[in-house]
T-cell receptor, first 113, second 112 residues
Framework: DTEVTQTPKHLVMGMTNKKSLKCEQHMGHRAMYWYKQKAKKPPELMFVYSYEKLSINESVPSRFSPECPNSSLLNLHLHALQPEDSALYLC????????????FGSGTQLSVL | GENVEQHPSTLSVQEGDSAVIKCTYSDSASNYFPWYKQELGKRPQLIIDIRSNVGEKKDQRIAVTLNKTAKHFSLHITETQPEDSAVYFCAASSAAGNKLTFGGGTRVLVKP
């Protein structure tokens, strides 16, 4: 299995809702990432987990809360989002963090109303 | 932190012609430079990468060159085909080696 699986593919939520994005990989990768991508822009790093520990938080607002329950799973908990948070949220994994090939999931297209 | 500039932002070529995309980076300690292709509505996928101990790397119709002194690297696509139409992102690894910084992207359109 050389895929990163993300659910859901699409999500519409109100500003008062709480939702979670899920990501799973079974390649034995030890680094997992959350990226945010706006239309016609490059992926923007949010968080990096290395060996199940948060190693990078790119000054992301606290309304985004990552969680790594085990080496195969990565969640992103969403609460009190703003309309400007609407974007494609991509999960990725790599063998180790940094200078290695990133395997991206197909993303969750999030709309905040 | 690292800053990666990518040019051009859009590139239109005739099928069969070559396409060249250029990137510059700011951190002289960066030593890993991947290129990702993202088709419309799809995930980014790695197409080629190069490390700083190598000046050039080829994979069929795709090649990447690196000039560490000038801090720039380029993607070359020869004999372009319609399926090469996509957005291409260059990236550079930070000195600490724990994250990638992406360039702004180049939208390539190959006209049949």
């Amino acid at each position: 299995d050389t895929e990163v699986t993300q659910t859901p593919k699409h999500l519409v939520m109100g500003m008062t809702n709480k939702k979670s994005l899920k990501c799973e990989q079974h390649m034995g990768h030890r680094a997992m990432y959350w990226y945010k991508q706006k239309a016609k822009k490059p992926p923007e790093l949010m968080f990096v987990y290395s060996y199940e520990k948060l190693s990078i938080n790119e000054s992301v607002p606290s309304r985004f809360s990552p969680e790594c329950p085990n080496s195969s799973l990565l969640n992103l908990h969403l609460h009190a989002l703003q309309p400007e948070d609407s974007a494609l949220y991509l999960c990725a994994s790599s063998q180790e963090s940094g200078r290695e090939k990133l395997f991206f999931g197909s993303g969750t297209q999030l709309s905040v109303l | 932190g690292e800053n990666v500039e990518q040019h051009p932002s859009t590139l239109s070529v005739q099928e069969g012609d070559s396409a060249v995309i250029k990137c510059t980076y700011s951190d002289s300690a960066s030593n890993y430079f991947p290129w990702y292709k993202q088709e419309l509505g799809k995930r980014p996928q790695l197409i080629i990468d190069i490390r700083s101990n190598v000046g050039e790397k080829k994979d069929q119709r795709i090649a990447v060159t690196l000039n560490k002194t000038a801090k720039h690297f380029s993607l070359h696509i020869t004999e372009t085909q319609p399926e090469d139409s996509a957005v291409y992102f260059c990236a550079a690894s930070s000195a600490a080696g724990n994250k990638l910084t992406f360039g702004g992207g180049t939208r390539v359109l190959v006209k049949p």
